[in-house]
Structures are given as structure tokens and as C-alpha cells.
């Protein structure tokens, strides 16, 4: 399975960026899509640094500092994940990589990957 990220880029304060994350490869169901956010000169920390998630159920999850700014979306159909990133600020500032939680097969044990990371930059 593999992981195409796009859509970052440099952007001013207060503006929008969409993020897109597309599967590929033997999935048979996703538990579940999330973006990361890595810091500049910071290691990633899979605690602290999850940005957005959305589970198999389309549930949702976001970090306290995103809240009512970001959005994650899933098109089940492209097998493909969002993140609508809204009023963004310069702390926002960072790598972002989406993961997946997913199985090959039914029953089949939870796999993971990461895609490549895409850089989004917020200028004050």
C-alpha cells in the first residue's frame, strides 16, 4: 500500500490550504486515516503531533490547537483522505504526512504506512 500526499504550500495567515491523501495498493478496509504535523526541527512525536483523524466509522478527532479550523474528510470511493486547513496560522507551520491504519484482508491483522509528507508553510 502506498501513500500520495499533496496539496501544501506557503500560504499567509488566515488563509485555506487542502491537503489530499490518496491509497493505493491491496486494502480491503481502512481502520482508520490521519495526518501528522512535524514541526521544523522537530522529530515527529506520534503523541503530540496528530493533527486529524478520522476512523473506519467516520468518526472524528483533532488536536486542541486545530479545532474548529481544520477538517478531515474521507471519498471512500477514491480511497482518498482530506484536510481542509482553515484560518491558518504561522505555527501551523510544518510537514505534514498522513498514515493509514488498514487490512488486507478481512480478519487480517492492522497494517500501517505513512505517505512521502508534504510541506505547508504559514506566513505571518
Known amino acids: 500500500v502506498q501513500l500520495q500526499a499533496s496539496g501544501g504550500g506557503l500560504v499567509q495567515a488566515g488563509g485555506s490550504l487542502r491537503l489530499s491523501c490518496a491509497a493505493s495498493?491491496?486494502?480491503?478496509?481502512?481502520?482508520?486515516m490521519g495526518w501528522y504535523r512535524q514541526a521544523p526541527g522537530k522529530q515527529r512525536d506520534l503523541q503530540r503531533d496528530?493533527?486529524?483523524?478520522?476512523?473506519?466509522?467516520?468518526?472524528?478527532s483533532y488536536a486542541d490547537a486545530v479545532k474548529g479550523r481544520f477538517t478531515i474528510s474521507r471519498d471512500n470511493a477514491k480511497n482518498t483522505v482530506h484536510l481542509q486547513m482553515n484560518n491558518l496560522k504561522p505555527e501551523d507551520t510544518g510537514v505534514y504526512y498522513c498514515?493509514?491504519?488498514?487490512?488486507?484482508?478481512?480478519?487480517?491483522?492492522?497494517?500501517?504506512?505513512w505517505g512521502q509528507g508534504t510541506q505547508v508553510t504559514v506566513s505571518s
Open positions: 496528530l493533527a486529524a483523524a478520522i476512523a473506519a466509522d467516520d468518526s472524528t
Open positions: 498514515v493509514t491504519v488498514y487490512q488486507t484482508q478481512r480478519g487480517g491483522l492492522p497494517l500501517h504506512t
Open positions: 495498493g491491496s486494502i480491503f478496509s481502512f481502520n482508520a
